[in-house]
Nanobody, 121 residues
Framework: QVQLVESGGGLVQPGGSLRLACAAS????????VRWYRQAPGKQRELVAA???????DYVDSVKGRFTISRDNAKNTVYLQMNNLKPEDTAVYYC???????????????WGQGTQVTVSS
């Protein structure tokens, strides 16, 4: 079994920072593409940041220069550093990874449980 556990969300004032973490545990052979999504009330889920397998980080325009996605392969953990937060960043944030559970299997798609980020004064 594979589990993704997210942490780091909370309430922050505009201009503040948060660092989200997504730790994978269980039967893990390899993690490939990693992504962070967010969903605000009444809106569709939005891809915020991604590191494709073997590729470079990419971001939605609204967070470029403020958010940084990174990964620690030794810890099977993905991070999202969020700086200069704005009220419009308020949403539930989800991590999503392509994960291979054993040699020879096709990587599957796994999601974290979501963590609430609220930006408000």
């Amino acid at each position: 079994q594979v589990q993704l556990v997210e942490s780091g969300g909370g309430l922050v004032q505009p201009g503040g920072s948060l660092r989200l973490a997504c730790a994978a545990s269980g039967s893990i052979f390899g993690i490939y593409g990693v992504r962070w999504y967010r969903q605000a009330p009444g809106k569709q889920r939005e891809l915020v940041a991604a590191i494709p397998s073997g590729g470079s980080a990419d971001y939605v325009d609204s967070v470029k220069g403020r958010f940084t996605i990174s990964r620690d392969n030794a810890k099977n953990t993905v991070y999202l550093q969020m700086n200069n937060l704005k009220p419009e960043d308020t949403a539930v944030y989800y991590c999503n990874v392509d994960l291979q559970t054993s040699r020879g299997t096709i990587p599957d798609d796994y999601w974290g449980q979501g963590t609430q980020v609220t930006v408000s004064s």
